[in-house]
């Protein structure tokens, strides 16, 4: 059995509890063909078998990590009444319960004042971050590092900001001398420092960021959306932990409930450090807000609707596995900081790998040696599927030729991009598999260079 069932029970258990609530309505039930249901859901269940395992730990590719049971059990149940987080008509349980649950992500970084809520996801996180910067600093432009998340300069053509890159370092993080230049080039609204890059994981230098902020009157968003759980994690290099540290002082900042938080899909979070500017939010609608004066969610969010059920998920598992450094929680990060960390000193030890960077959170980026940059790409594309054949899911990275010119010494870099593999090493369980990780590994790079007996 792969896939955990023993909530089911639970949830069943809890509908029953949660009906109670409802009786003193009179009896009503959906009309539907529950037989042609069956006949849907099992063509649906066969459906899906055609996706890669993301639940299992030999899943070790993409950004994805399974939601935790609780949290996927209190999604499951609040389907049953599906609440929308626009309106307290929506949703009004559901509401509160966001509220909460948003506070417990403003605490672990320690705002106590602050205004935020949850999102679809990190893009539209962000893109409420960028907008609020550019009312805040009207005409100025937006900058983030090279190694940022693909969206901000989409989310700033959507908002009609100007967008400029900032050129990043050896290190893959945005380059603090460069962007000196670019600020003192040009006002600038907001640079975004993103903690914990999609690609490899890395930080951006953000006391350096921060200072620069003060000193030339920019804003600084930081987007944690894969990185800002970290800050629970212990054993941390004393820069990341420095880094990780400053979130606080950051004018907004983007986390993820649904990559590290161990929450469905659905579930972004923005956060914003002075409350104030819920002003920007306001408008009027003739059509909702009518049953409390209490503020509604929709008030202060740039979407309507929203899934209520998220904010249950966020809320449930949050009570199951509370947000501390040291507990349950906090220990899953540590334990995919850990598998990482295993494989990459592994692969120093081994003449047939390459690597960049140890990882600084749980990403390990790396490639099969070769003397050129064609060849290493070749290489990374036929691991790509060995690996896969061997029953072990990477992803692939491709990082420009210039940040690994110096480290590859040796190596003709006849492309100006090298095609890598990357592995996301998420889920608490990969530490238990780091070694069937690397036994797959070592069998499909012996297939790739041709060395199996
Ligand atoms: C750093 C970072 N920011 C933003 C995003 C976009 O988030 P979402 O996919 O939830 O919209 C991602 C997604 O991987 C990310 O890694």
């Known amino acids: 059995m792969t896939f955990e069932e023993r909530t089911l029970a639970i949830v069943r258990k809890a509908l029953g509890e949660m009906e109670r609530g409802f009786q003193h309505l009179p ?60 309106a307290l008509d929506g949703g009004r349980a559901s509401s509160a319960m966001e509220k909460e649950a948003v506070g417990a992500l403003a605490a672990m970084f320690g705002w106590k ?68 230049r670019a600020v003192k080039e040009r006002d600038v609204g907001v640079v975004v420092a993103t903690i914990g890059t999609t690609g490899a994981g890395t930080i951006d230098p953000l006391p350096e960021i921060l200072e620069m902020g003060r000193e030339f009157g920019f804003r600084v968003h930081a987007d944690a959306a894969y990185g800002g759980y970290f800050t629970l994690a212990s054993d941390l290099p004393p820069r990341t932990r420095e880094v990780l540290d400053r979130l606080s002082e950051v004018g907004s900042l983007v986390i993820d409930p649904h990559k590290h938080g161990l929450q469905p899909y659905g579930c972004g979070c923005v956060l914003f450090r002075d409350p104030s500017v819920g002003r920007f939010y306001r408008h009027d609608s003739p059509y909702t807000y009518f049953t409390s004066s209490e503020l509604h969610l929709g008030e202060i969010s740039l979407e309507c609707s929203r899934a209520g059920a998220s904010a249950v998920a966020l809320w449930a598992m949050q009570r199951a596995l509370p947000m501390v450094r040291g507990g349950d929680f906090a220990r899953g990060l540590d334990k995919g900081r850990e598998a990482a960390l295993g494989l990459y000193h592994k692969m120093r030890e081994d003449r047939r790998f390459l690597t960049i960077l140890p990882p600084e959170l749980d990403i390990l980026v790396f490639g099969l040696d070769g003397e050129s940059a064609s060849r290493i790409s070749e290489r990374s594309e036929k691991l790509f599927q060995e690996a896969e054949r061997a029953g072990l899911y990477l992803a692939k990275f491709r990082s420009s030729s210039r940040v690994l010119e110096r480290r590859w010494k040796g190596v003709e870099f006849d492309r100006p991009e090298v095609v890598l593999l990357r592995s996301c090493l998420m889920k608490p369980e990969h530490l238990e598999w780091v070694d069937g990780i690397w036994e797959r590994l070592c069998r499909s790079v012996d297939n790739v260079l041709g060395t199996s007996k």
Do not use: C
Request: proline share 7%.
């Open 27 to 86: 009896e009503h039930q959906m009309v539907f063909d529950a037989e042609g249901a069956e006949e849907v859901l099992m063509e649906v269940a066969r459906r899906m078998r055609d996706n890669y395992p993301y639940h299992h730990p030999l899943y070790a590719g993409q950004m994805l990590k399974p939601p935790h049971p609780v949290a996927q059990a209190a999604y499951m149940l609040s389907m049953w009444l599906n609440p929308n987080n626009h």
């Open 113 to 180: 004042e602050h205004i935020g809520h949850l999102t679809s996801g990190g893009t539209v996180a962000n893109m409420e971050a960028l907008w609020i910067s550019g009312k805040l600093a009207p005409g100025k432009p937006v900058l983030a590092s090279d190694q940022a998340h693909y969206t901000h300069s989409r989310i700033s053509d959507v908002l009609g900001l100007r967008f400029q890159v900032v050129p990043s370092d050896d290190d893959m993080v945005m380059d603090v001398r460069a962007l000196r």
